[in-house]
């Protein structure tokens, strides 16, 4: 950990760099002076506060095409629509590389990553030297899965709710290698870290070597008490690696203190970033030991910039990445977090007192923040989700998975009240027309 003067003037100089690639930025052109004016009048208003402020939200929606989207989307988790003056820096860039493809992009917009990796960092909190950019978390996660040494019969502890692209990594090492992949199973929503961590716990035997663990659930959106889960690893002697897919750029946290040794995450789902960005961290002193996926010539170095040899990528869509940082910070990590969770407040409570809907998540705030799960008696999640599309034009992503049956709905920052209004109403109807009939009899 830097001592905090070093770290101090990181922040200083990161700023200086950040800042000036920004001064032109389409944010600072679009929406600074608005967003500037909202902060004068509301800031008295704490992040709490500002959550219930429509005045404020609706200078937000405005930025997102996707608030007038004709069919409403409530499946942000799953990948998020950017802002408006996203998609017009990545048109631009894209303009401006099909000029001279080899040259724009090689020479030009190839001189913005650095300048980027500095921007992701401070939002971050990170070291740069310690972050890749590359194209979503599971390129990140595989980075990292693949890139460790194990030897056969070493254990690797995760759960059943994880991510499938990261349990099916495991599962071929486990076939390939020998090594050994152990995943507990979570009922889900749990309110109570000490249970969690002492499931994790009581799976470590001496062999245990990592514990892979999920941020946010993608499956019901239980928040994972991570930084907890690193501290009794690391007095063991293990490794955290974090998926943090549903996490970055939705909850306000430095990913340092976290605590964990490796974390990968998407850039396309909360943070808005451009659809098919992602972000790799590793704590500094693991970097050499990690090898890259993808060739480098010097596989043990440890620059951090031996995991982007991706060969060719979308610059554009790398260097939109910068408006949606640009974006997010004109909201605030805060306001942001306290807004998305109040959100999901907003639908889920008034769900609750429906008869027959049932909330498979918890509403504390420390357990959840933007996901929910929900479904209605009488009617399986397909049939549900069927007839929110068919019936309500209300797109949201339905799992029957291991133990969890329900609907997933995510809002985000873009997501009205009234569009939340038109989901509960959706709701009570369907329970209404289904809850006496046992499941699957009354179908769609
Ligand atoms: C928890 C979790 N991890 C990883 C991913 C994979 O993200 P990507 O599609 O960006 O690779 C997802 C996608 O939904 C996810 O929910």
Known sequence: MKSTTDRRSFFKKAAVLAGAFSSNSLFEQLHAADILAKNRQYVSLSPQEMAENEDFWATIQQGYPASSSPVLNLNNGGVSPSPLLVLQAVDRYSQLSNQAPSYY????????????????????????DELAINRNATEALNTIIYGLDLQKGDEVIGCKQDYPN???????????????????????????????????????????????????????????????????????????????????????????????????????????????????????????????????????SEDIRKFETLGTRSFPLEQGIGEAVNFHNGIGAERKEARVRYLKNYWAEQALGIPGVNIHTSLQPAYSCAIAGVSVDGLSPQELERQLLGTYKIHTTPISYENIHCVRVSPHVYTRLTDLDRLVAALGELSAAHSSQPLGQKGT
């Open 166 to 300: 990261m349990m099916q990594a495991w599962k071929q090492r486990e076939q390939r290698e020998g090594i050994r992949y152990k995943q507990l199973s979570f009922d889900f929503p749990i309110e109570d870290d000490e249970t969690i961590v002492e499931a994790y716990r009581q799976a470590i035997s001496p062999k245990t070597k990592i514990i892979h663990v999920t941020h946010v659930i993608n499956w019901v959106g239980q928040i994972m008490p991570v930084r907890k889960i690193c501290q009794m690893a690391h007095e063991k002697g293990l490794e955290v690696i974090v998926d943090g897919a549903h996490s970055f750029g939705l909850l306000n946290f430095q990913i340092p203190d976290l605590e964990a040794d490796y974390f990968g995450t998407s850039l396309h789902k909360y943070l808005s970033a451009p659809i098919g960005t992602g972000m790799l961290w590793i704590k500094k002193e693991k970097i050499s030991k990690v090898w890259p996926l993808l060739c480098n010539g010097n596989p043990k």
């Open 105 to 128: 992009m090689w020479r030009i917009l190839d001189q913005g990553r650095e300048p980027l990796r500095q921007k992701l960092a401070l939002l971050g909190g990170c070291d740069p």
